[in-house]
């Protein structure tokens, strides 16, 4: 579990109940994403560099998750060079 207090966990900012759970990892390179991946991603968007400005090196992941109250969000992470120097967080 995610500690409530974490500057990692996002909040999902609208109601999700009508999506289960994930219940396993998928394959990174070839699948449909889950729908509450999908709505993560959406919510990170803004907060992205401008992908189509950066050249190389550039990948970023949501992981759904519950905190520690049990309540549903996700961690965000990149890898890569979005700032022009390679960099992972």
């Given at each position: ?52 400005s950066m050249s ?34």
């Open positions: 579990m995610i500690p409530m207090n974490s500057p990692y966990f996002f909040s999902f900012s609208h109601d999700i109940r009508e999506n289960e759970f994930p219940l396993k990892f998928n394959f990174p390179f070839y699948y449909e994403p889950h729908p509450l991946c999908i709505t993560a991603m959406e919510i990170l968007r803004p907060y992205l560099p401008d992908i189509e190389i090196g550039k990948m970023f992941g949501v992981l759904i998750v519950k905190n520690d109250l049990g309540e549903a969000g996700f961690i965000a992470a990149y890898s890569g060079k979005p700032t022009g120097e390679f960099d992972a967080g």
